[in-house]
């Protein structure tokens, strides 16, 4: 039931946009929806169509009800022939004159689907819903009307005709804060992928009055929808660009369409500068005035990621440059309007003899040249060469660090200034920008040695790191046997018990080695389960992937001790011999000895760490910059850095996953508190490390224990959790304890926490949990529960290292133990499977198989014990469900097999179709309901591990 201020914030957002231009219509139902698409497709084409030509123009629309398919249907014309043997063109959204579009606004169109749903308010272009708006009332939090968005999705989008699935953007709006965000179809939500609308200097329009006099203007929306929505093809997902990549697109445009100057672009480390770049390049290529679009990157690796991530956006838009003949062919191609390739490549381009005479045909033709991280030591040539060589160009930098007079190299401070090469800026948006926008998380920075000011911490290791300024304190075997076993001890911690990936960079190939030989030396003898990996520049591979590859070795290497002397052919068979490890691990096949296999060994690695293959990754100076792994982390640091140096590497480990990943973590064994400081006062402002930087552990401590304050004011004991009498109390606590479990997630990552510190026990704790996890059960089965509005974030909960196979080791261990040990131990073990997320649904099954089936079985056949008794009791719950409800068996397994494979929950029609006598319509609903539940609760106990 829609509550009073809800309606009226509903209809005022109708008679606002009615007042701005939208034509306010009244759209019940399907059968009203499918009148008003067949009178404005006729509008909008400026035909008449009968009633058989509207037939078969939705059976096109209507043929896949694929999220993906239909946006793709969507910007497609559509040919058929009429009653009269006439070809017809039907155009569903004008795509290049985005303006001209037939635009609606209506409320309260009423679907069923597995449930009855009614959406607040649709806009309409050309008939078509392609923006939906939830509204929620001032008060309640912002998620909840996401999470209805996401019930939406699965109950009733794809409902009858699925015309719902042709939505492109939704917006979701309490009054007071409003955000956007792309149709994520299938795909897993992820609220972290909903956005703010700002202005040009990144301030936010939220209430939802602003922002439906800017984003929701009619030209404005569907300009977002035409052209600043990309098709991502390789995921088959939909990505609106986010405002500030938006703003930094249209200026680049504005200075290509209107002047011939440069200009570079300031978007931090992590924001998405890819997706900004290929829509500026791919709109830049599209207009007439502009015969070439050249992206280039600093590394073959780099542009081979940037072809691959272009070509995911649209599939073939660019053929990567291989070698520079092949560069310099695509530039005499007149169908090569897009290129992408290596500074390097283009420097011989236009230096080497034997390519001039086909380049010179090119050097009047108007040529943008787009560089991503535009401040690379070896940028400084190539600049002055295509600005001495082609006459017709433009040049744009992008850069998540730029160069200032400050942090510019001390070769060539006048010149060298990111300003000095590309001259004005045309969009910012810093760090301190993305972290307000929960766009990159902040960082957790912890200095590992002998400190003063420290006490009592597990930090607190005997290792210098006030004056280290000679080589022989930096490489003591001492030392470095120190930080091993401190790596070792505390990874899993940092890690979340290997949930996140680590890397360790170093100064040297030389203290790298020795770092990489003590580890594997533990590893052997049992002291660590690491999976590792390495990468390093032995010299005859320096050109292909460069060690150096950032601005200026010095960025990197800030540092008062000297590389130890290792030539060249001993760090390569060091190098071999650690790839021939990885070969064991992974098997793989790669080696140093032939540059494409050891190529594809350094794009081998990147992959197995974005995947969580890889636990520990060691580098000197590679995957500091350039590299995006959303799974890792944690950078251990053992080498001096600074400025831009410093920022890149830390954000390596500052991207978005899910909501356990709640910040980076460095971990430092140097003295880098000046120049941590120093970097982000240079790329922010002064007062940003209490933005970027992680509290100290002391203010979570109090923080925490307000929330518990705050938990027992409203539940003073767990038992007190059933004495609550309605479901606002219910959510009350709820809340209440999500607030603590979220603080536990961000406390339990510094290394000296322990429970002792707060005033919530562990054992409460865990019973707390318990009461927790009984309330989302309880929000799950009841479909009209105000729970069911509130996001529990129960992936903080979860634990990746309890798995069926972590409780069948601790089963193997029960059988052990004496009788009175043995009722307490699984207890204890319930209790765990209880409490995980995941395993709950189990419990039944693995106490019964505890009590039944485990004194019969050896210890090394347990997991296969367990196994097909998972296979039996399967088989029986089945076979019982079929007979309670008479179902047809073989279209029951079909809608398990179509759930399994794509993640939909079943409509409530097609719930009922598994059925061997069809009810009544009066039955009908509520039948599907219980059919429905006891579904999801069979996949629940048998498929979701």
Same mark, same amino acid.
């Given at each position: 039931m829609t509550s009073q201020s809800e309606l009226i914030l509903e209809q005022n957002l109708v008679n606002q946009l009615a007042s701005n231009g939208y034509d306010k219509v009244t759209i019940k139902d399907e059968n009203?929806?499918?009148?008003?698409?067949?009178?404005?497709?006729?509008?909008?084409?400026?035909?008449?169509?009968?009633?058989?030509?509207?037939?078969?123009?939705?059976?096109?629309?209507?043929?896949?009800?694929?999220?993906?398919?239909?946006?793709?249907?969507?910007?497609?014309?559509?040919?058929?022939?009429?009653?009269?043997?006439?070809?017809?063109?039907?155009?569903?959204?004008?795509?290049?004159?985005?303006?001209?579009?037939?635009?609606?606004?209506?409320?309260?169109?009423?679907?069923?689907?597995?449930?009855k749903n009614r959406y607040d308010v649709t806009i309409l272009i050309n008939g078509l819903p392609l923006v939906q708006i939830e509204l929620k009332k001032t008060g309640l939090e912002l998620k909840e009307a996401y999470n209805q968005i996401n019930r939406y999705q699965k109950h009733s989008f794809s409902a009858n005709t699925g015309l719902f699935n042709y939505v492109q953007l939704f917006v979701i709006s309490t009054g007071v804060n409003t955000k956007y965000f792309s149709n994520f179809g299938n795909k897993k939500p992820d609220y972290k992928q909903t956005f703010y609308w700002t202005?040009?200097?990144?301030?936010?329009?939220?209430?939802?009055?602003?922002?439906?006099?800017?984003?929701?203007?009619?030209?404005?929306?569907?300009?977002?929808?035409?052209?600043?929505?990309?098709?991502?093809?390789?995921?088959?997902?939909?990505?609106?660009?986010?405002p500030y990549q938006f703003n930094a697109v249209e200026r680049i445009i504005d200075k290509v369409k209107n002047s011939n100057h440069n200009g570079y672009i300031w978007h931090t480390t992590g924001s998405g500068k890819t997706l900004t770049s290929f829509k500026a390049s791919q709109i830049l290529s599209q207009l007439p005035k502009v015969d070439k679009v050249v992206f280039c990157v600093d590394r073959q690796d780099l542009d081979y990621q940037t072809a691959?991530?272009?070509?995911?956006?649209?599939?073939?838009?660019?053929?990567?440059?291989?070698?520079?003949?092949?560069?310099?062919?695509?530039?005499?191609?007149?169908?090569?309007?897009?290129?992408?390739?290596?500074?390097?490549?283009?420097?011989?381009?236009?230096?080497?003899?034997?390519?001039?005479?086909?380049?010179?045909?090119?050097?009047?033709?108007?040529?943008?040249?787009?560089?991503?991280?535009?401040?690379?030591?070896?940028?400084?040539?190539?600049?002055?060469?295509?600005?001495?060589?082609?006459?017709?160009?433009?040049?744009?930098?992008?850069?998540?660090?730029?160069?200032?007079?400050?942090?510019?190299?001390?070769?060539?401070?006048?010149?060298?200034?990111?300003?000095?090469l590309f001259g004005e800026q045309l969009h910012s948006y810093v760090i301190t920008d993305a972290i307000k926008d929960e766009n990159v998380l902040r960082f957790s920075v912890e200095y590992v040695g002998k400190y003063k000011e420290r006490e009592n911490s597990q930090n607190e290791i005997d290792i210098e790191v006030e004056a280290i300024d000679t080589q022989e304190l930096l490489e003591s075997?001492?030392?470095?046997?120190?930080?091993?076993?401190?790596?070792?001890?505390?990874?899993?911690?940092?890690?979340?018990?290997?949930?996140?990936?680590?890397?360790?960079?170093?100064?040297?190939?030389?203290?790298?080695?020795?770092?990489?030989?003590?580890?594997?030396?533990?590893?052997?003898?049992?002291?660590?389960?690491?999976?590792?990996?390495?990468?390093?520049?032995?010299?005859?591979?320096?050109?292909?992937?460069?060690?150096?590859?950032?601005?200026?070795?010095?960025?990197?290497?800030?540092?008062?001790?000297?590389?130890?002397?290792?030539?060249?052919?001993?760090?390569?068979?060091?190098?071999?011999?650690?790839?021939?490890?990885?070969?064991?691990?992974f098997k793989t096949n790669w080696t140093t000895k032939d540059s494409q296999s050891f190529y594809n060994y350094y794009k081998d690695i990147a992959q197995r760490v974005r995947s969580k293959q890889v636990d520990?990754?060691?580098?000197?100076?590679?995957?500091?910059?350039?590299?995006?792994?959303?799974?890792?982390?944690?950078?251990?640091?053992?080498?001096?850095?600074?400025?831009?140096?410093?920022?890149?590497?830390?954000?390596r480990t500052n991207r978005i996953l899910g909501d356990k990943k709640s910040?980076?973590?460095?971990?430092?064994?140097?003295?880098?508190?000046?120049?941590?400081?120093?970097? +982000? =006062?240079? &790329?922010? *402002?002064? @007062?940003?490390?209490? /933005?970027?930087?992680?509290?100290?552990?002391?203010?979570?401590? %109090?923080?925490?224990?307000?929330?518990?304050?705050?938990?027992?004011?409203?539940?003073?004991?767990?038992?007190?959790?059933?004495?609550?009498?309605?479901?606002?109390?219910?959510?009350?606590?709820?809340?209440?304890?999500?607030?603590?479990?979220?603080?536990?997630?961000? +406390? =339990?990552? &510094?290394? *000296?926490? @322990?429970?002792?510190? /707060?005033?919530?026990?562990?054992?409460?704790?865990?019973?707390? %949990?318990?009461?927790?996890?009984?309330?989302?059960?309880?929000?799950?089965?009841?479909?009209?529960?105000?729970?069911?509005?509130?996001?529990?974030?129960?992936?903080l909960i979860h634990r990746d290292d309890i798995t069926v196979t972590y409780i069948l080791g601790l089963l193997a261990k029960l059988k052990a133990t004496n009788p009175e040990e043995k009722e307490r131990r699984q207890k204890e073990i319930l209790d765990i499977v209880a409490g995980d997320v995941k395993l709950r649904s189990k419990r039944e099954l693995i106490e019964r198989f505890i009590e039944e089936n485990l004194p019969l079985l050896e210890d090394a056949s347990i997991e296969e014990g367990y196994a097909a008794f998972m296979i039996e009791e399967q088989q029986k719950a089945?076979?019982?469900?079929?007979?309670?409800?008479?179902?047809?068996?073989?279209k029951l397994k079909k809608l398990t097999e179509d759930y399994l494979f794509t993640q939909r929950i079943p409509t409530k029609q097609e719930v009922v179709e598994v059925l061997e006598h069809q009810p009544s319509i009066l039955q009908r609903s509520k039948i599907g309901d219980t059919i429905l539940n006891k579904f999801l609760t069979f996949i629940d106990t048998f498929f979701n591990d």
């Amino acid at each position: 039931m829609t509550s009073q201020s809800e309606l009226i914030l509903e209809q005022n957002l109708v008679n606002q946009l009615a007042s701005n231009g939208y034509d306010k219509v009244t759209i019940k139902d399907e059968n009203d929806l499918l009148v008003n698409l067949k009178k404005q497709l006729e509008k909008h084409n400026n035909k008449v169509f009968s009633n058989s030509d509207f037939k078969q123009i939705l059976n096109h629309l209507t043929k896949s009800n694929n999220v993906f398919e239909k946006a793709l249907l969507l910007r497609d014309k559509f040919a058929f022939k009429n009653d009269n043997n006439e070809l017809v063109y039907v155009e569903f959204l004008n795509m290049d004159f985005w303006c001209q579009n037939q635009y609606q606004v209506t409320n309260q169109i009423t679907v069923e689907g597995t449930y009855k749903n009614r959406y607040d308010v649709t806009i309409l272009i050309n008939g078509l819903p392609l923006v939906q708006i939830e509204l929620k009332k001032t008060g309640l939090e912002l998620k909840e009307a996401y999470n209805q968005i996401n019930r939406y999705q699965k109950h009733s989008f794809s409902a009858n005709t699925g015309l719902f699935n042709y939505v492109q953007l939704f917006v979701i709006s309490t009054g007071v804060n409003t955000k956007y965000f792309s149709n994520f179809g299938n795909k897993k939500p992820d609220y972290k992928q909903t956005f703010y609308w700002t202005d040009e200097n990144n301030k936010r329009i939220a209430k939802l009055e602003d922002f439906a006099n800017t984003f929701l203007e009619k030209c404005h929306l569907s300009k977002m929808i035409t052209k600043y929505t990309v098709l991502h093809d390789s995921d088959k997902l939909l990505m609106v660009l986010r405002p500030y990549q938006f703003n930094a697109v249209e200026r680049i445009i504005d200075k290509v369409k209107n002047s011939n100057h440069n200009g570079y672009i300031w978007h931090t480390t992590g924001s998405g500068k890819t997706l900004t770049s290929f829509k500026a390049s791919q709109i830049l290529s599209q207009l007439p005035k502009v015969d070439k679009v050249v992206f280039c990157v600093d590394r073959q690796d780099l542009d081979y990621q940037t072809a691959k991530e272009f070509n995911a956006f649209k599939p073939d838009c660019i053929d990567p440059t291989n070698n520079t003949a092949n560069l310099v062919r695509q530039f005499k191609d007149s169908n090569s309007k897009l290129i992408v390739t290596t500074i390097q490549k283009l420097y011989n381009a236009i230096t080497r003899e034997h390519h001039l005479k086909t380049m010179d045909d090119l050097k009047d033709k108007k040529i943008v040249f787009i560089f991503d991280e535009c401040h690379r030591s070896q940028f400084g040539d190539t600049h002055k060469k295509i600005t001495q060589y082609f006459e017709n160009y433009q040049m744009f930098g992008f850069t998540g660090t730029p160069i200032f007079a400050e942090n510019a190299s001390s070769k060539n401070k006048q010149n060298q200034t990111t300003a000095s090469l590309f001259g004005e800026q045309l969009h910012s948006y810093v760090i301190t920008d993305a972290i307000k926008d929960e766009n990159v998380l902040r960082f957790s920075v912890e200095y590992v040695g002998k400190y003063k000011e420290r006490e009592n911490s597990q930090n607190e290791i005997d290792i210098e790191v006030e004056a280290i300024d000679t080589q022989e304190l930096l490489e003591s075997k001492d030392r470095i046997e120190k930080i091993t076993n401190y790596i070792i001890q505390q990874h899993p911690i940092k890690t979340q018990n290997k949930t996140f990936t680590a890397m360790f960079c170093v100064s040297s190939v030389g203290m790298l080695i020795k770092y990489y030989d003590l580890f594997l030396k533990l590893k052997e003898e049992g002291k660590h389960d690491l999976k590792m990996a390495t990468i390093f520049s032995f010299g005859a591979n320096d050109e292909m992937i460069s060690d150096t590859d950032d601005y200026d070795n010095k960025d990197f290497n800030e540092v008062a001790e000297k590389e130890e002397v290792y030539n060249a052919y001993h760090k390569r068979d060091k190098l071999e011999s650690y790839i021939e490890n990885y070969n064991k691990t992974f098997k793989t096949n790669w080696t140093t000895k032939d540059s494409q296999s050891f190529y594809n060994y350094y794009k081998d690695i990147a992959q197995r760490v974005r995947s969580k293959q890889v636990d520990i990754l060691f580098v000197v100076n590679m995957f500091l910059t350039g590299f995006d792994s959303k799974s890792l982390n944690t950078l251990f640091v053992d080498k001096n850095l600074k400025y831009h140096g410093l920022i890149q590497a830390y954000s390596r480990t500052n991207r978005i996953l899910g909501d356990k990943k709640s910040q980076g973590n460095i971990v430092v064994f140097r003295n880098l508190k000046k120049a941590t400081d120093d970097a +982000i =006062a240079l &790329f922010s *402002d002064k @007062k940003a490390k209490e /933005i970027i930087i992680l509290k100290p552990y002391e203010t979570y401590v %109090k923080e925490i224990n307000e929330a518990y304050d705050n938990l027992t004011a409203i539940t003073p004991t767990f038992e007190s959790v059933d004495d609550l009498y309605t479901e606002d109390e219910e959510l009350e606590f709820v809340k209440a304890f999500r607030e603590i479990i979220r603080l536990k997630n961000i +406390i =339990a990552s &510094f290394v *000296d926490f @322990k429970f002792d510190d /707060i005033d919530l026990g562990e054992q409460e704790f865990e019973n707390y %949990k318990s009461k927790y996890l009984e309330l989302s059960d309880k929000g799950k089965k009841e479909k009209t529960s105000i729970l069911n509005e509130v996001d529990f974030e129960l992936e903080l909960i979860h634990r990746d290292d309890i798995t069926v196979t972590y409780i069948l080791g601790l089963l193997a261990k029960l059988k052990a133990t004496n009788p009175e040990e043995k009722e307490r131990r699984q207890k204890e073990i319930l209790d765990i499977v209880a409490g995980d997320v995941k395993l709950r649904s189990k419990r039944e099954l693995i106490e019964r198989f505890i009590e039944e089936n485990l004194p019969l079985l050896e210890d090394a056949s347990i997991e296969e014990g367990y196994a097909a008794f998972m296979i039996e009791e399967q088989q029986k719950a089945f076979n019982q469900f079929v007979q309670d409800e008479k179902i047809n068996a073989d279209k029951l397994k079909k809608l398990t097999e179509d759930y399994l494979f794509t993640q939909r929950i079943p409509t409530k029609q097609e719930v009922v179709e598994v059925l061997e006598h069809q009810p009544s319509i009066l039955q009908r609903s509520k039948i599907g309901d219980t059919i429905l539940n006891k579904f999801l609760t069979f996949i629940d106990t048998f498929f979701n591990d």
